[in-house]
Structures are given as C-alpha cells and as structure tokens.
C-alpha cells in the first residue's frame, strides 16, 4: 500500500510542530485526525515513527529518514507546478517557431516582441525554413508552429490564414513613375524583373502580375529568396516583385518600393500540429501575428 497526499502532509505538519496540538491548529483538522493519521502512516510502513516525552512527540531515525525521502519529492512536484504554470501563465518556459525567409525577416520578429511585452520571461528559438523542411518540422515536434507564405496539406496540420500580403515593386529609384499611389504592372515593361523558380510562391505571384500588365520581359535574372531579389534591385540590376513584408525590409536610399495595382497574391499562413493542443500562447502569438500583418500591409 500507499501513502496518500493527505497523509504525508499530516506527517511533515507533525515533524515541523512536534506534538498534535500543533500539527492539527496548522492544518486546520481535529486532533483526533492528526492521531489516526499517524497511526495509519506507521501500519503502512510497519515503523514506529514518534516517542512520546513530557508530552511531546519525539521523531524517531526513522522518521527523519522517511521525512527526507518525502522532502525531497515535495520539492521536485512543487517544481513540476511551478513549470507547469509558468507554461500555462506563458509568463515562463519557451517558444520554439518556423518561419519562411519572407516572413522571418520582419513580420515574424515584430509580431514576437509583441507577445514578449506581454509575456516578459518567455524565450524564443525562432528557425528559418526552407518550403521542404516545414512539414517534418512540425510533425516531429521540432517547433509548435511555423510563419508561411503557403497552406499546407496534410491531415495532420492545420494551416490558417492569418493576413494577405499586398504586392510590392521594389526598383533602383529612378526606375519607376513618380507618384505615391498603386502602380500599374504595365509600368514594369520595358525593365528587367527579377523572376523565381517556376512553382515557387514568388514565381507564381510573379507569373501573376507579369501577365495582368501583359509584360513579356526582354531580359530576365533568377533568385531563389525574395532577400536576394532585394538585393539585385538595390544593386540596379532589375526590379523585385516581391510580398509587402519582405518588400519593408528593402533600403529605401537605394531603391523605390510601391504597390503595384494587382490583387494580393499572397496569403500568410500559421501551421500547427493538429494533436498538439492549442496553448494560450499560441493564442496570443497568432493574434500578435495578425495584428502586426494589418499594421505592416497598411503602411505605403
């Protein structure tokens, strides 16, 4: 047999005040309680754990003994509460995310340094995935969740979407009509565009937007990552067609950024592990996430 919760706790108030009188104000029970209590203790264990001298109760070697062993589990369960709540609190503990490279750059760490104004003692372990590495990312409980620029289909992740991102022309600064307002894609003819892979989200989006503005580009540069399309159009080498998130992080000294007149291609998706339940922090990342996307998407 053993010993309950209830009975241990009746067994460390007794040690502390050494006689009944004591343990049962502590506790708030009778004394009858306390006595019984102690008696069942010493039948389970076979132990007799007190002596009585001048009316108090003197904790035999075995006592001691039992009393370090039941400390010691104390102190480990008070622990594991305490780290419990701190994750249930999300006033402790970590976050471990993925994020695609377009939406790692700003929005991701923005919308993070809002959850960690409310949530000051969390840690974050933010990874940057490629489009393959996503899926096993979370499936194999490597992260909670995961930033993208794509849905993704599988029956064991759910995938929403949490904001629309507009489409940016980003292009050496001479290179685009003067002007504040949404740009006609059929600005872009006559320039070199920086294009992607065929199948890739910014391919498709560029693929998009050359065909509303009936473009067909005499010269044309390959880049694999919105980042390194920036980066040639801040060289002077083409224009970049890129999402409005990755398009914020663009050095406006060296380049003009504008939002060309075409329906957002880019939808923000935030993955999680369908058997994974949904934390309150979760809840609080996603609504960071969603506010700082329509903040982000807003601004010219």
């Given at each position: 047999?053993?010993?309950?919760?209830?009975?241990?706790?009746?067994?460390?108030?007794?040690?502390?005040c050494r006689t009944v009188v004591g343990a049962a104000r502590e506790l708030r029970i009778a004394q009858p309680t306390v006595t019984k209590t102690i008696r069942r203790i010493e039948d389970v264990c076979a132990l007799a754990l007190f002596d009585r001298h001048g009316g108090r109760l003197v904790p035999t070697a075995e006592a001691h003994r039992l009393l370090g062993e039941v400390d010691l589990a104390f102190e480990q369960m008070e622990g594991a509460l305490a780290r419990a709540l701190r994750i249930t609190r999300a006033d402790g503990g970590s976050l471990r995310l993925g994020a695609s490279p377009s939406v790692g750059r700003l929005l991701v760490?923005?919308?993070?340094?809002?959850?960690?104004?409310?949530?000051?003692?969390?840690?974050?372990?933010?990874?940057?995935?490629?489009?393959?590495?996503?899926?096993?990312?979370?499936?194999?409980?490597?992260?909670?969740c995961a930033v993208t620029l794509f849905?993704?289909?599988?029956?064991?992740?759910?995938?929403?979407?949490?904001?629309?991102?507009?489409?940016?022309?980003?292009a050496p600064r001479d290179w685009l009509p003067a002007g504040d307002g949404p740009l006609a894609p059929s600005c872009l003819i006559d320039r070199p565009i920086i294009v992607f892979e065929p199948h890739s989200v910014h391919g498709?989006?560029?693929?998009a937007v050359l065909?509303?503005?009936?473009?067909?580009?005499?010269?044309?540069?390959?880049?694999?990552?919105?980042?390194?399309?920036?980066?040639?159009?801040e060289a002077g080498i083409g224009v970049a067609i890129v999402d409005a998130f990755s398009a914020l992080a663009a050095d406006r000294n060296r380049?003009?950024?504008?939002?060309?007149?075409?329906?957002?291609?880019?939808?923000?998706?935030?993955?999680?592990?369908?058997?994974?339940a949904r934390s309150q922090l979760m809840q609080h990342f996603e609504m960071a996430l969603r506010q700082q996307a329509a903040e982000l998407s807003a601004q010219p």
């Open positions: 047999m053993q010993l309950t919760l209830r009975q241990i706790e009746v067994f460390r108030a007794l040690m502390r760490p923005l919308a993070t340094a809002d959850l960690l104004k409310e949530h000051p003692g969390l840690s974050l372990h933010v990874d940057i995935l490629f489009v393959s590495q996503v899926m096993d990312y979370l499936l194999s409980g490597q992260g909670e849905p993704i289909l599988h029956a064991g992740i759910r995938s929403v979407p949490v904001a629309k991102a507009p489409v940016m022309a980003v498709l989006a560029v693929d065909r509303a503005g009936g473009i067909t580009p005499t010269r044309t540069h390959v880049a694999r990552f919105a980042e390194t399309a920036i980066g040639l159009a380049v003009a950024v504008r939002r060309l007149d075409h329906p957002p291609p880019y939808d923000i998706y935030l993955h999680r592990p369908i058997e994974r």
